[in-house]
Nanobody, 116 residues
Framework: VQLQASGGGLEQPGGSLRLSCAAS?????????MGWYRQAPGKQRELVAA???????NYPASVKGRFTISRDNAKNSLYLQMDNLKFEDTAVYYCNAVRWDSTSYWGQGTQVTVSS
């Protein structure tokens, strides 16, 4: 199973970025929960957004209303639309998938830097 994240980059405060995560080697619909996590230097990895295979979403207060997670089972892809970016959103972002048997998979990180 491979998760390939992309879409990171440098953006100004108030700007937008869209992250993508392509899954291969697994039946996408078997992934019960998918999510995005981030890790800033010197900090623990934290959940940014999660979505179940039924489309239920969950966000922490720090990104709620600014970030939107979505998944396209037909394209085996997970997305994270990030709007109104803030300096504190700077981090390495990772996609994660949890299979029906609780096996967890991680993609490589993609750097998001918010700077003026």
């Amino acid at each position: 199973v491979q998760l390939q994240a992309s879409g990171g980059g440098l953006e100004q405060p108030g700007g937008s970025l869209r992250l993508s995560c392509a899954a291969s080697g697994i039946i996408f619909s078997n992934l019960n929960v998918m999510g995005w996590y981030r890790q800033a230097p010197g900090k623990q990895r934290e959940l940014v957004a999660a979505i179940t295979n039924l489309g239920h979403t969950n966000y922490p207060a720090s990104v709620k209303g600014r970030f939107t997670i979505s998944r396209d089972n037909a394209k085996n892809s997970l997305y994270l639309q990030m709007d109104n970016l803030k300096f504190e959103d700077t981090a390495v972002y990772y996609c994660n998938a949890v299979r029906w048997d609780s096996t967890s998979y991680w993609g490589q990180g993609t750097q998001v830097t918010v700077s003026s």
